[in-house]
């Protein structure tokens, strides 16, 4: 698995980015939101049960996200086109505010090294991104457990100091003097 210090891989994938009718698709790739950070988050499957509960927090906290200068990008392996019939299908995914890539060739997911070897889809994995495209954090869950959107928030926030901050440091406490 690509860790920390890696470079984010090169990749062209369509994206489910609304469900307007003629604008429901993207083309996204490494280099669209250069120069920002980058929260990349991959689900094992559309339809699923603990998927959209994490998708949707992502959705209600992307304000949160934005204000930090990031863009959040969740992906999986299914195709653009189950990603634009589950929003229409799932209430809490109908408005989601960033796009959902579709992995389907697993050329992602492989790159990065986060297919579940016996399911063969995505793990829970979350990486972030720096404005370079290095991966400075990353973190994998098992597929029956759903992640933890403040803490990816908390992460980020500690990244963006580029301070040294302590064990369970939030946002507005001291960092540590060297």
Same mark, same amino acid.
């Given at each position: 698995?690509?860790?920390?210090?890696?470079?984010?891989?090169?990749?062209?994938?369509?994206? /489910?980015?609304?469900? !307007?009718? %003629? @604008?429901? *698709?993207?083309?996204?790739? =490494?280099?669209?939101y250069?120069?920002?950070?980058?929260?990349?988050?991959?689900?094992p499957?559309?339809?699923?049960?603990?998927?959209? /509960?994490?998708?949707a !927090?992502? %959705? @209600?906290? *992307?304000?949160e996200f934005? =204000?930090?200068d990031?863009?959040?990008?969740?992906?999986?392996?299914?195709?653009?086109?189950?990603?634009l019939?589950?929003?229409?299908?799932?209430?809490d995914?109908?408005?989601?505010?960033?796009?959902?890539?579709?992995?389907t060739?697993?050329?992602?997911?492989?790159?990065?090294?986060?297919?579940?070897?016996?399911?063969?889809?995505?793990?829970r994995a979350?990486?972030?991104?720096?404005?370079?495209?290095?991966?400075?954090w990353?973190?994998?869950?098992?597929?029956?457990v759903?992640r933890?959107?403040?803490?990816t928030l908390?992460?980020?926030?500690?990244?963006?100091?580029?301070?040294?901050c302590?064990?369970?440091?939030?946002k507005?406490?001291?960092?540590l003097?060297?």
């Amino acid at each position: 698995m690509l860790t920390v210090g890696d470079r984010l891989p090169e990749f062209k994938l369509q994206a /489910t980015v609304s469900r !307007e009718k %003629g @604008k429901e *698709f993207a083309e996204i790739t =490494d280099k669209t939101y250069a120069g920002k950070w980058q929260v990349l988050f991959f689900w094992p499957m559309d339809f699923t049960f603990i998927c959209p /509960t994490e998708i949707a !927090e992502f %959705g @209600k906290q *992307f304000q949160e996200f934005d =204000d930090r200068d990031a863009q959040i990008l969740g992906a999986s392996t299914d195709t653009h086109f189950v990603h634009l019939a589950w929003r229409n299908d799932h209430p809490d995914l109908k408005d989601l505010p960033f796009p959902m890539l579709a992995d389907t060739k697993r050329e992602l997911s492989e790159a990065l090294g986060i297919l579940d070897k016996k399911e063969g889809v995505a793990l829970r994995a979350t990486f972030i991104i720096d404005p370079d495209g290095i991966i400075r954090w990353s973190y994998v869950n098992d597929l029956n457990v759903g992640r933890s959107v403040p803490e990816t928030l908390r992460v980020l926030d500690a990244l963006q100091t580029d301070e040294l901050c302590p064990c369970n440091w939030e946002k507005g406490q001291e960092v540590l003097a060297v």
